[in-house]
């Protein structure tokens, strides 16, 4: 495929691609050894260069192995936007275990209801 028909959403989302990539210190064929071989090196290669258009499962598929948001890599969020929904992911505060586990105790006996006075009529 010529430059000229290059799209620029490919272009863009083969920059997102190769800077989460780059990022994580992968190569083309560690990328694709982590999607399993679903996406060959050169596929990858492929949407980096914007020769190949990057769809929805491969953008789920390369974000689910580098934790990047799909969106992100498509070039539908900005920069901001990504950091932004990863420190919403990231947990701030660990769960602290208890230094003793729990016991289990017996429930309180509970009384049955009183029963009411019947409030009807003599008549």
Known sequence: MSKAKKTAEALAAGERVRSVRKAKGLSLAALSDLTGGVLSGSRIGNYEQGTRELDIAAARLIGRVTGAHPAYLMALLSDEEHRFLQA???????????DR???????????????RSSRTSPY
Request: aromatic residues 4%; charged residues 25%; without cysteine.
């Open 101 to 115: 586990p729990f016991r289990v105790v017996a429930s309180p006996t509970v009384e049955p209801p009183r029963k």
């Open 88 to 98: 919403l992911q990231t947990p701030t505060i660990e769960a602290k275990k208890p």
